[in-house]
């Protein structure tokens, strides 16, 4: 490193410029960026499951309770016959 005059200029002259650590700072960031944009989009896919899976117990128990009603009509004709 070059000592730095005392009579003034540009700092960018006389300090040196470590562009490999500047570099690797930028990755890091873009990194981090990312990082956070994946965790964002894996949070609505989660949520989307959880409605999905909500969706489908109320078919499920939509069928059943179907099943249930068919069943107990032909009981009930059964019983009058």
């Known amino acids: 490193m070059t000592a730095r005059r005392s009579e003034g200029g540009s700092r960018f002259v006389y300090d040196s410029f470590d562009a490999a650590a500047a570099r690797i700072e930028a ?18 896919i989660e949520a989307t499951l959880e409605r999905l899976e909500k969706r489908i ?13 068919q069943m107990a009509e032909t009981v009930i004709r059964a019983g009058m016959r």
């Open 27 to 44: 990755n890091e960031r873009v990194a981090n960026e990312r990082w956070a944009a994946l965790e964002y989009r894996l949070g609505l």
């Open 57 to 69: 117990w109320v078919g499920v128990y939509g069928v059943a309770a179907f099943m249930l009603a």
